[in-house]
């Protein structure tokens, strides 16, 4: 059982990266280098939890992601420890504008979508 304090004396692969996830803690240092959105986004999490993260980021919210991770799990929290971290994991795009009805949405969160072909034929000036 680790202290989140524990677990944020390792930010950098030379010390090892772990972060956390609910009450399980996670050694990644093997899956930095392998993550698709590159070692920079990973370690932004480094020593610290994943929730904030993956509010931003909603496709992590999937069952393979989670399955992946379960790979990497070193310990859980201790239990004093295992709330939540203090801060706010509300919806951060709750703010977002209204969109054109048009639009094919890709992803929800981040919004993400495209005009369809038969609107960007209309006028070949964009």
């Not at 990973?42 to 399955?67: D, N, R, T």
């Not at 992946?68 to 070193?74: E, F, I, T």
Request: avoid cysteine; charge should be negative.
């Amino acid at each position: 059982r680790y202290t989140r304090a524990e677990v944020a004396q390792h930010r950098t692969p030379s010390e090892r990266v772990w972060v956390t996830y609910g009450t399980d803690v996670f050694d990644v240092t093997e899956f930095v280098e392998l993550h698709p959105g590159g070692p920079d986004k990973i370690l932004l999490a480094a020593g610290g939890a994943l929730e904030p993260f993956w509010a931003l980021y909603a496709v992590h919210s999937q069952a393979h992601v989670l399955e992946l991770l379960r790979d990497y799990k070193v310990g859980e929290l201790s239990p004093d420890e295992a709330s939540p971290p203090p801060g706010d994991t509300g919806d951060p795009f709750a703010g977002d504008p209204p969109r054109h009805p048009a639009l094919r949405v890709n992803s929800l969160k981040p919004f993400n979508a495209e005009p369809p072909p038969e609107l960007l034929t209309q006028s070949f000036p964009t």
